[in-house]
């Protein structure tokens, strides 16, 4: 052997060659198995997307319809054509020829959907009434593999996906605020004008809830403001599904109620977005005092005679208002100041929560409006006398001295005695902060929506069954001796503002996606 040749015997350069060669195929496959799926496992996402999206619009007219179905095809093929942003119809990885939109929809009916599984599938469209749950099936896309057809794979074969959707009922624009009863029709008609006792069960009262029980709902990603009852508007939608109480009495809820009838406080203020404001109509058993001077021949005065010398100053003090309640003035004239009472079953007893709708109207009018009739009213509720005394603000709700402190030791002065008192007046128009008017978009800062819950016999954070939402007329401010009660009135199922109808306002069925 020369000496060349025994050099390149032992020359090991390039000795690699062969193995590479040997697993070159091997790791191209690996490559365009790599790039091939992370194409595929997009084009799975976008066919989802579609899927979904289609699913949903139309999940959105299942409505109990016979034509539900037929509408159903038409939303979903319209709006998916039509769809925009990160939901767009369009396939950006399929190379397969069909172009870039997803046509291929399929749609399936079916009656419920219960314990993960649907229920009988609706075939015709006349039965469109039935179908309450769609399956919708994107399908026939195909990738043609950049790669891996190296390794005897072309395509990944029809690529599918599919999507189920059906209508829940959800609540929108409403506050957590619910009151139990004792019916699954309530409100019925015959309910509006009815007094309604709503009462906090203390959480030291470990009996369960009952009807005329009031409390607040455990809604997820809604914030615990601590200041509900005061505040103006509730945007968004929430499932009802599984919406479950939350126990325990808000200590500042009270004073936030009490702000609708022009009752601030230093930390609760009049906001410009409606938060604590006012309605234009406050008539309430609260006053403020006053001090004046009286000079009448009588020793003891009357309220006739306080109303003949004095009258209640147009201008008020500003800042944190001192309120104070009618009984603790000493001499008043009581049936001229009575705001709105309860039906005259919950002073005789035989009323548990909710009232007839008999009420002292004849004592309400003969004391604020002389001259002026029960039969001048169409139903004659309290919300009804509340709405004429607002159209008329100027003579209906202005200022009046309702009572008085007497001085104990007045001065003679000749034939006459000089009285210096503490004397009351009443204002029903807000004094202490701007008046929220109700409009086509704001609601009488009084009417106060609250659900209708089943929820008797439930003990703290439990499910609880929501019927339907209703507004209510709050008849006067929390009173100290009963922070947790509030007295209000039935007015109906709850209305958009400007007295507009709530379907698809306040309770919605809502298009969701369960599969």
């Known amino acids: 052997m020369t000496q060349g040749t025994h050099l390149f015997a032992r020359d090991e350069r390039g000795n690699i060659s062969p193995l590479y060669a040997l697993v070159l195929m091997v790791l191209i496959a690996l490559a365009g198995v790599g790039f091939d ?4 496992v997009a084009m799975q996402s976008e066919l989802q997307n579609a899927a979904d999206q289609a699913a949903l619009a139309a999940a959105s007219q299942l409505d109990g319809q016979d034509d539900a179905m037929v509408r159903a095809r038409n939303a979903a093929t319209t709006t998916f054509a039509q769809a925009s942003s990160e939901y767009a119809n369009v396939t950006r990885v399929a190379n397969d020829g069909e172009g870039a939109t997803v046509s291929g929809l399929t749609f399936t009916f079916f009656e419920s959907y219960e314990n993960d599984a649907p229920g009988p599938q609706v ?3 006349a039965d469109g009434a039935r179908a309450h749950v769609v399956r919708v099936t994107a399908n026939g896309r195909k990738v043609f593999y950049a790669l891996t057809p190296v390794v005897g794979a072309f395509t990944s074969g ?12 959800a609540a929108c624009n409403v506050p957590s605020i619910m009151v139990c009863v004792d019916r699954n029709d309530f409100p019925l008609p015959a309910d509006a004008g009815k007094a309604l006792r709503m009462r906090w069960k203390s959480s030291k009262d470990i009996s369960p809830l009952a009807p005329g029980n009031w ?3 455990d809604i997820e990603g809604v914030p615990d403001s601590q200041y509900e009852l005061g505040e103006n508007n509730n945007p968004g939608c929430i499932n009802l599904e599984n919406l479950i109480t939350e126990p325990g009495f808000r200590n500042t809820e009270p004073e936030a109620l009490n702000t609708r009838f022009d009752m601030p406080t230093n930390k ?3 906001k ?3 938060d604590f404001c006012p309605s234009e109509n406050t008539r309430k058993n609260y006053a403020l005092a006053f001090t004046g001077t009286v000079t009448s021949p009588n020793a003891t005065l009357t309220i006739a005679d306080v109303r003949g010398a004095l009258s209640c100053p147009a201008t008020v003090p500003t800042g944190k208002p001192s309120w104070v309640p009618f009984g603790d003035i000493a001499v008043i004239d009581r049936p001229s100041v009575d705001a709105f009472t309860l039906d005259s079953c919950f002073y005789s007893g035989t009323c548990t929560y909710l009232g007839d709708g008999n009420w002292n109207i004849e004592r309400y ?3 604020h409006h002389p001259g002026v009739l ?3 009213f169409d139903t004659g509720s309290r919300y009804e006398v509340y709405q004429w005394e607002i159209a008329n603000k100027a003579t209906r709700l202005a200022p009046r001295i309702v009572g008085f402190n007497p001085d104990a030791k007045p001065q003679k002065t000749g034939a006459n005695y000089r009285h210096s008192i503490t004397y009351h007046c009443s204002y029903p128009q807000p004094k202490f902060s701007t008046p929220l008017a109700p409009s086509a978009t704001q609601k009488d800062r009084r009417v106060v929506t609250v659900a209708a819950a089943l929820c008797e016999g439930i003990t703290g954070r439990k499910p609880v069954d929501i019927l339907g939402w209703m507004d209510v007329l709050i008849l006067d401010p929390s009173e100290p001796a009963e922070p947790g009660t509030i007295h209000a009135e039935v007015i109906g199922p709850a209305l958009r503002p400007g007295n507009l109808s709530g379907f698809q306002y306040y309770g919605k069925d809502r298009a969701v996606l369960i599969r």
Do not use: H, P, W
């Open 365 to 367: 009018l003969a004391a």
């Open 215 to 217: 409390g607040f709902l």
């Open 123 to 125: 075939t015709s469209d």
């Open 272 to 274: 410009e977005n409606g």
């Open 37 to 40: 799926y992370g194409r595929l």
């Open 268 to 270: 609760l203020q009049c």
């Open 374 to 376: 029960a039969s001048a």
């Open 158 to 169: 029809a690529i599918s996906a599919n999507a189920m959707a059906m209508l829940k009922k």
